[in-house]
């Protein structure tokens, strides 16, 4: 699949730099009531909020982002798995201590875009990010570290992936 023309492939969240910074931000762009709407909202980018994120082997950052943290040089790997199976091999360096933030929940995320939805269950009930990539199960007011495994640390860690 080719991306657009106009669109900056990365390995991070720099792609979002010109993305207004919240819907405050992207309603102040669109918000001028002499222009009709095709004026006012062609070529504007919708809004985001990034967040928390992690960042290795040079990976850039949304400009605007809160507390992004650079961990420099990460190394992954995939090995067969003691038994059979795939293991993926993941060295992490300490600064990846500071990237933790608790369970994601659904209040966490503000309200769906189009929809101006909250983000929830089927049953109305508040959705939380709280099972990893493996299937752990994360405590709703614990810390865990950025990402889709709720088990790395610093240093080298071995997640069965098959």
Same mark, same amino acid.
């Given at each position: 699949?080719?991306?657009?023309a106009? *669109?900056?492939i990365?390995?991070?969240?720099?792609? +979002?730099?010109? &993305?207004?910074? @919240?819907v405050?931000?992207y309603?102040?762009?669109? /918000?001028?009531?002499?222009?009709?709407? &095709?004026?006012r +909202?062609? $070529?504007?980018?919708?809004?985001?909020?990034? *967040?928390?994120?992690?960042?290795?082997? $040079?990976?850039?950052?949304?400009?605007?982002?809160? *507390?992004?943290?650079?961990? $420099?040089?990460? /190394?992954?790997? !995939?090995?067969?798995?003691?038994?059979?199976? %795939?293991?993926?091999? !993941?060295? %992490?360096?300490?600064a +990846?201590?500071?990237a933790?933030?608790?369970? !994601?929940? $659904?209040r966490?995320?503000?309200?769906?875009?189009?929809?101006?939805?909250?983000?929830?269950?089927?049953? @109305?009930?508040?959705? +939380?990010?709280?099972?990893? %990539?493996?299937?752990?199960?994360?405590?709703?007011?614990?810390?865990?570290?950025?990402?889709? %495994?709720?088990?790395?640390?610093?240093?080298v860690?071995?997640?069965r !992936?098959w």
């Open positions: 699949m080719n991306p657009p106009h *669109r900056k990365s390995d991070g969240t720099a792609l +979002f730099d010109a &993305h207004p910074h @919240g405050e931000a309603l102040a762009q669109v /918000n001028d009531p002499s222009k009709g709407d &095709h004026e +909202f062609e $070529g504007v980018e919708l809004p985001v909020h990034v *967040r928390d994120n992690v960042y290795g082997n $040079g990976a850039p950052a949304y400009t605007r982002e809160t *507390r992004p943290v650079h961990l $420099g040089e990460v /190394n992954v790997v !995939i090995e067969d798995a003691d038994g059979g199976g %795939l293991e993926l091999v !993941i060295e %992490l360096s300490e +990846f201590a500071a933790a933030s608790t369970t !994601i929940a $659904g966490d995320l503000g309200r769906a875009w189009y929809p101006d939805a909250a983000w929830e269950n089927p049953d @109305g009930t508040e959705a +939380f990010a709280d099972v990893d %990539l493996v299937g752990r199960v994360k405590e709703h007011n614990a810390a865990y570290p950025a990402g889709p %495994l709720a088990g790395l640390v610093p240093g860690n071995r997640v !992936i």
